[in-house]
Every structure is written in structure tokens, then in C-alpha cells.
């Protein structure tokens, strides 16, 4: 966390970095196929440490608030209520609409996207990354997540959705959206 210069704001107390942790559990009988997609296994493929973020800390350096906190220690509660924007006034959508095309000028300053496969990377020593605007990355992990897999010689395994078919679809586009 760049507060502290410390990985996950350890100094400050916000968080520790950790190893990140898979299940070794078998997967069922409609994943036929191992070790093809970099989505398996997730985060592994592209990093095995990560931030365990303490009290009201969250995000990937511990450097946010939780939702629902702010303030500099995030220790201050405040209800966000996200309103329907049918029943938004005049000024709250083009407040909205607003926001919405500021995302789409600003690339974000914390994440980037990967263009290839691990396999087109050559097992990482040939990355391939790209830079991307706020608004554009919400649609990039929407894809990444539900897109077919591809598979040796240049197959597709169409219908595998990492994201609509799993048990935490609901908070996941909860948190999401």
C-alpha cells in the first residue's frame, strides 16, 4: 500500500499478504476437460499472493474501504442506497450518464487486461497485457468470465460459463454491477 510502502498496508494494520489457496476438490462430470483454461485454478495462473485486507480495508493493496465505510482509517459508516433509474430525477441522470462517459475516457490506473492466453505467453515469459479504460474493464471481466474456453489445435468448448453456472452467480453480479 503506497500509505505505508508496505505489500498490503501491514505497516498500517490494513492487511497481510498471504499465499492464495485452491481447492484440490474433484470437479464434476460437466468440466471434462484439465488444465486447458486459465480461468481453472483461478488466481494461480497469473498470481499466487494476495492481500488478506483486515477490519474495513478491502481491495487489491488493502488501499479502499469497504463498502459501506469511508474516511482515511475507513472507520466511518455511510449507507450507500443505489436508486432505480427509472425513478431518478432529471439531474441524477445526467449526473449518472455523466459518470458513465468519464469511465469510458479514464484508463484505469490500477488494473490491466491480458490479451493472450497463458499458453500464447508462453507460459508467462512472453506477457501480453494491455491498459484499459474504467468502463471497459467491468465489460472485459464480464467476457473473461463467461467466454467458451479454447482448447489445443484451435478447438472451442462453447457453453462453459464460469460465471452465470456457478454457485456464487448471484452475489457475484450483486458485487458486480
Not at 431518478?88 to 449518472?96: G, S, V, Y
Amino acid at each position: 500500500w503506497p500509505g505505508d510502502n508496505s505489500p498490503c498496508g501491514e505497516a498500517s494494520g490494513r492487511g497481510f499478504c498471504q499465499d492464495v489457496v485452491i481447492s484440490n476438490s474433484p470437479v464434476g462430470t460437466q468440466f471434462p476437460f484439465s488444465g486447458i483454461d486459465d480461468r481453472e485454478n483461478w488466481p494461480i495462473v497469473f498470481y499466487n499472493r494476495t492481500c488478506q485486507c483486515q477490519s474495513n480495508f478491502m481491495g487489491y493493496n488493502c488501499g479502499e474501504c469497504r463498502f459501506g465505510y469511508v474516511g482515511s482509517s475507513c472507520s466511518v459508516q455511510r449507507t450507500a442506497i443505489r436508486k432505480e433509474i427509472f425513478k431518478m430525477t432529471m439531474a441524477e441522470k445526467d449526473k449518472f450518464i455523466a459518470y458513465l462517459n468519464l469511465a469510458k475516457r479514464t484508463i484505469s490506473p490500477d488494473y490491466v487486461i491480458s490479451t493472450g492466453t497463458y499458453e500464447q505467453m508462453n507460459n508467462g515469459s512472453n506477457p501480453m497485457f494491455a491498459d484499459i479504460n474504467v468502463y471497459d474493464l467491468f465489460v472485459w471481466l464480464h467476457y473473461f468470465s463467461s467466454r467458451d474456453a479454447f482448447l489445443e489445435g484451435g478447438g472451442v468448448w462453447e457453453n462453459i460459463d464460469f460465471a452465470h453456472e456457478a454457485p456464487g452467480f448471484l452475489p457475484w453480479h450483486r458485487f458486480f454491477l
